[in-house]
T-cell receptor, first 112, second 117 residues
Framework: GQNIDQPTEMTATEGAIVQINCTYQ??????LFWYQQHAGEAPTFLSY??LDGLEEKGRFSSFLSRSKGYSYLLLKELQMKDSASYLC?????????????WGAGTKLIIKP | DGGITQSPKYLFRKEGQNVTLSCEQN?????MYWYRQDPGQGLRLIYY???????QKGDIAEGYSVSREKKESFPLTVTSAQKNPTAFYLC????????????????FGPGTRLTVL
């Protein structure tokens, strides 16, 4: 079946680095997305990986290993505003309409 | 500014009533989506549309209906047949469905929180 796993909650300290993992099992693969969602608000797009390796964008980086069905989102120099849920989503190539399969999200709590 | 709007932000409904959630986008996107978000669960797809006058059921379409008469608009009706409608509803749009053509990330509206009294 199709499944995406993320830790439910993580805690980190302001100014530190945190890595949020995502593992997936899908019939096919056509890209992995990370979104940020503050409580009660809309998800906003952070990153996209379709090839193995690291994509860096400012303080945020995302890594993908397709052979392992694994991705992580790395957040550096944490700020209080980074407190949010981080959603991992995979586009399944086996789905002819390329729909996204969503993880439940990881709630990140930043402490001063 | 281009974006997606949803209204209302909060909605209260009595049991047995139908209610329609609005979603409008001015991004000139072809594809639009409706998701439901419940605590501790991933986003679940209710309906999606690739083009005007066409739409497909998602994973949890029962008790919901949609229309796509205009490219910009994709309203969702929550009918009385939906057994547990209290949830946060998110509308999204993308250039297309994605795949090999482009990454086609989805852009989300601010959401509507529906509560059944």
């Amino acid at each position: 079946g199709q499944n995406i796993d993320q830790p439910t909650e993580m805690t980190a300290t302001e100014g530190a680095i945190v890595q949020i993992n995502c593992t997936y099992q899908t019939s096919g693969f056509n890209g992995l997305f990370w979104y940020q969602q503050h409580a009660g608000e809309a998800p906003t797009f952070l990153s996209y990986n379709v090839l193995d390796g690291l994509e860096e964008k400012g303080r945020f980086s995302s890594f993908l290993s397709r052979s392992k069905g694994y991705s992580y989102l790395l957040l550096k120099e944490l700020q209080m505003k980074d407190s949010a849920s981080y959603l991992c989503a995979v586009r399944d190539e086996a789905d002819s309409n390329y729909q996204l399969i969503w993880g439940a999200g990881t709630k990140l709590i930043i402490k001063p | 500014d281009g974006g997606i709007t949803q209204s209302p932000k909060y909605l209260f409904r009595k049991e047995g009533q139908n209610v329609t959630l609005s979603c409008e986008q001015n991004l000139n996107h072809d594809a639009m989506y409706w998701y439901r978000q419940d605590p501790g669960q991933g986003l679940r797809l209710i309906y999606y549309s690739q083009i005007v006058n066409d739409f497909q059921k998602g994973d949890i379409a029962e008790g919901y209906s949609v229309s796509r008469e205009k490219k910009e608009s994709f309203p969702l009706t929550v009918t009385s047949a939906q057994k547990n409608p209290t949830a946060f509803y998110l509308c999204a749009s993308s250039m297309g469905l994605g795949g090999t053509v482009h990454r086609s990330e989805q852009f989300f509206g601010p959401g509507t929180r529906l509560t059944v009294l």
